[in-house]
């Protein structure tokens, strides 16, 4: 099975987004505990950016997860 690199990206941002949620943080303050620009979280939730796995492995971090975890998704 393929999924276009846009799909992924757009799940990925998805799935961020929810697990962000779930914790009630704020787009600003999961950007506060990762030390990345806050319109970048936003970007990343909308699928803009191809962000780093440095900044995968922060977010995760925030959201006191393993970074796997931002990719269980279905395609």
């Known amino acids: ?12 941002g998805i799935r961020i987004r929810q ?8 787009q600003e303050y999961l950007a506060n505990i990762c030390d990345i620009p806050k319109n ?11 962000t780093t796995i ?3 492995v922060k ?8 970074p796997k975890e931002l990719f269980n998704f279905k395609s």
Not at 1 to 6: F, G
Not at 19 to 26: D, N, Q, T, W
Not at 40 to 50: D, P
């Open 59 to 66: 977010i995760a971090n925030a959201l006191e997860i393993e």
């Open 40 to 50: 970048q979280i936003g970007r990343i939730e909308r699928a803009e950016i191809n």
């Open 19 to 26: 697990l962000r949620e779930k914790k009630e943080f704020s």
């Open 1 to 12: 099975m393929t999924i276009s690199e846009d799909t992924f990206l757009k799940n990925m």
């Open 54 to 56: 440095k900044t995968i």
